[in-house]
């Protein structure tokens, strides 16, 4: 991981057995980061150093559903806008199923199992408010309670 002092950082690498290294990377706070790697596995950056905490339930990048973006407003809270159209919240060490990047219809479902809508990035600048754009260049917006 990379540390930036002033206006020059000091670069550092993370190695990684699984293949490559992260794919997302987003930080709450100094002392607080999160990433996923390529193969779809999240890391905590606390006290320091790396501690892996599992899998992201929306897949890796080598099956096409890794986050396309990832967006931590508070330490320990983050938000991830899966390649699927879904979006993922990390809150207490747990990633769930919060959303999705168009409205929930049936045909909707049918029409995302042939070709999902593309997640392209998300914005949570505070735990309650984040908005995300797709692929097609619609922008969605949530008030989380």
């Given amino acids: ?3 930036f002092q002033a206006k020059s ?3 550092g690498r993370l190695r990684f057995s ?3 290294g992260f794919v997302q990377l987003a930080c709450a706070s100094a002392e607080t980061c999160v990433g996923i790697t390529f193969r779809g596995k999240w890391f905590e950056f606390r006290r320091g150093s ?4 599992g899998n992201f339930p929306g ?3 080598s099956q096409g559903y890794a986050p396309k973006m990832l967006s931590c407003p508070t ?3 983050c938000f991830a ?3 699927s159209g879904v979006i993922y919240e990390l809150n207490h060490g747990r990633w769930t199923s919060v959303g999705y990047l168009y409205r929930q219809s049936w045909a909707r479902r049918l029409l995302e ?3 999902p809508t593309p997640a392209f990035s998300i914005s949570c600048p505070s735990p309650n408010f984040c908005a995300a754009v797709d692929g097609y260049g619609n922008a969605y917006i949530w008030r989380l309670a």
């Fill in 1 to 3: 991981m990379a540390t």
């Fill in 18 to 20: 699984d293949g490559p």
């Fill in 75 to 77: 330490p320990g809270r």
């Fill in 9 to 11: 950082p000091s670069a």
């Fill in 50 to 53: 790396w501690e892996f905490m």
């Fill in 59 to 61: 897949g890796d990048q």
């Fill in 113 to 115: 199992m042939i070709a």
């Fill in 81 to 83: 806008a899966a390649t």
